[in-house]
């Protein structure tokens, strides 16, 4: 890899979020948290979303960070706290910890529904322990647009530790 490897890409990452914080929600460098999975770390993404969520969004007037100009605000927060986040110009989707225990996505006016559980969302599940797509076991924390394009169901198991799942 051009940054010498996964260790010194998170080492990267990692001074990006403490050295550009006051500056991280500009439209361009909204999906920077979903890089760890690149470098095996979907830990990383986790708490990385949780900061996000907790400490960048406020239910109140001036909730946001930056501006809301175009919506990536948020359609960010939103697609981040459903837990499925869309790969800008690619037909996949990176998965990280849903904030609701289960959400309903209509798909379009097909009657078809993306479910996506977590019922430990509730109880303070931080980790993605794992997952399944239709009841089939999902080792990987992305999706193709193909493998729920026709709806289906996304279960995650949460869990207050990091695993090994997604590496």
Known sequence: SRTGGAGKFIA????????????????????????YLYAGRPDLTDNRMHEMRTQHYRPERHGLDD?????????????????????????????????????????GETGRTLVLEAPAADAGGRYIVSASLNGK?????????????QGGVIHFDLSSKPSDWGT
């Open 12 to 35: 990267w990452l990692d001074r990006f979020f403490v050295a550009e914080k006051p500056h991280l929600w500009k439209e361009i460098v909204l999906h920077l948290p979903y890089l």
């Open 137 to 149: 076991p999902l080792d990987r924390p992305w999706l193709r647009h193909s493998e729920i394009a």
């Open 67 to 107: 501006n809301e100009d175009m919506g990536c605000q948020s359609a960010f927060y939103m697609a981040s706290s459903l837990g499925i986040y869309p790969v800008m110009g690619q037909a996949m989707y990176w998965l990280s910890t849903p904030a609701f225990s289960r959400s309903e996505i209509p798909l």
